[in-house]
């Protein structure tokens, strides 16, 4: 198998054979970005209150663990606070949540949350919400937010608040459940695929028509059938948020905006939605796409360019700067190139890429400071990825070196530490 050769014009095939998922991917450099979301769902009760659904997800590696015999082991207690427009205190309600791990690799996996539901009632009217959360082990409050809930109007009420769901069925009993993403609203901008549920109170409706608006392209164009009338709720099961029939919620007609979340790019996403094939009355719901672990060094599109240097030269880096667009825009044309899932948004060879540029800046930086991406292992590490093993230890001359070794392909590298500041040297490549 090839490898990035610095100067080689390098064809599509090759760094999809090198980069393109042969390697898991690395999502180390991301530790320490915690992100918290919360979200609420607001329903008409058959009573003339309001049912709200208050969702939170929260990052595991935000936690404190603390060990006992083989388990590690996390407390948080999620506290959420109702007034009025007017400050005045309505009600609180509490939940305590413990997380108990076997494998201690899983308390720093971003894509490990605790997620849950708390449920209420009030009358319809303007609410404020205030959410904490408290870290037991840590004894400190970790996350905090204030909301407002704006009164259910008639004309808001036919059309309920969109819910962005997985597109994989989850079994929870023996029952089959739709999952919620429940990242506060937003479209995950990633490889997965999600559905997009837009209740409608008519329950005389099979027919809905849908305009869907990425970046002022229109993405979908056209009607979608009702998949079914129930009583529409949020409920826990192992530890996920799901759709969940509700005795208290009126009956809705509810429609599904499938196989579309992969052709949306980053950023506003507008939903329109109307019983008129016209659009004559319609309701629109604004959204974001957003790529939740996105990597920081693709933050200044054009340093994002000049990073292409591990696999094309100093000229074809030229050119592209030279292409006369904005330089995102110019970027992502480079990586549309070779991008393994053209007929999508996300590039996970593009991802993966910058992924590997976030490891060894944080990981290779020596004491000097120089900047880890600069260093030689950086050079390994983005053309080949994670080596299956590191063997660290001292050479003949006292000196600490690092050999690399990969099984796919079957390469070794041995680096070592000359000054003692953190910069190890290639010395040999066999």
Known sequence: MQHF????????????????????????????????????HSVPSSDSTIQYFYLY??????????????????SVQVA??????????????????????????????????????????????????????FDANSQKQIFTKEQTVQKLINEDSEFFTEIILSSKIFKCGENSSRVLSNFSGLIPFD????????????????????????????????????????????????????????????????????????????????????????????????????????????SDPESAIKLLRFIINDDSIKQILKGGDKYDSLLNKYWKKIDPSPTTEYNELMAEYYERIDFTIKNFSTITGQSGVETDR??????????????????????????????KPKKKFIFVDEKGTGEFILKNNL
């Open 57 to 74: 997800k929260i990052p595991v590696n935000s936690l404190i663990f603390s060990k006992t015999n083989d388990s590690y082991s996390a």
């Open 378 to 407: 950086a050079k390994i590490y983005i053309l080949y990825g994670k080596p299956t093993f590191i063997e660290r230890s001292s050479n003949a001359d006292d000196k600490i070196s690092e050999i690399w070794i990969y099984s």
């Open 191 to 298: 490889n997965n695929l999600y559905d997009i549920l837009i209740p409608c109170t008519d329950t005389t409706l099979v027919k809905l028509y849908v305009k869907v608006i990425s970046q002022k392209d229109t993405v979908f164009d056209g009607s979608i059938e009702r998949k079914e009338v129930d009583r529409l709720g949020l409920t826990e099961c192992a530890d996920r948020i799901i759709i969940s029939p509700d005795s208290a919620s009126p009956l809705t007609s509810n429609f599904y905006i499938t196989q579309i979340s992969q052709k949306l790019k980053e950023g506003q996403i507008e939903i329109i939605v109307s019983k008129s094939e016209k659009f004559i009355k319609k309701r629109s719901f604004k959204l974001v796409a957003r790529w939740l672990n996105k990597p920081r060094s693709l």
């Open 5 to 40: 050769n610095r100067g080689q014009k390098i064809n599509p095939r090759t760094i999809l054979l090198i980069i393109a998922l042969l390697f898991s991917i690395d999502l180390y450099s991301q530790k320490n970005n915690h992100n918290f979301f919360s979200d609420i």
């Open 80 to 133: 959420i606070e109702l007034s009025d427009s007017n400050s005045n205190f309505i009600q609180r309600s509490f939940k305590d949540r413990k997380i108990v791990f076997n494998d201690f690799a899983l308390t720093s996996d971003l894509n490990n949350f605790v997620e849950g539901v708390i449920k209420f009632t009030s009358v319809n009217k303007t609410i404020i919400v205030t959410s904490t959360i």
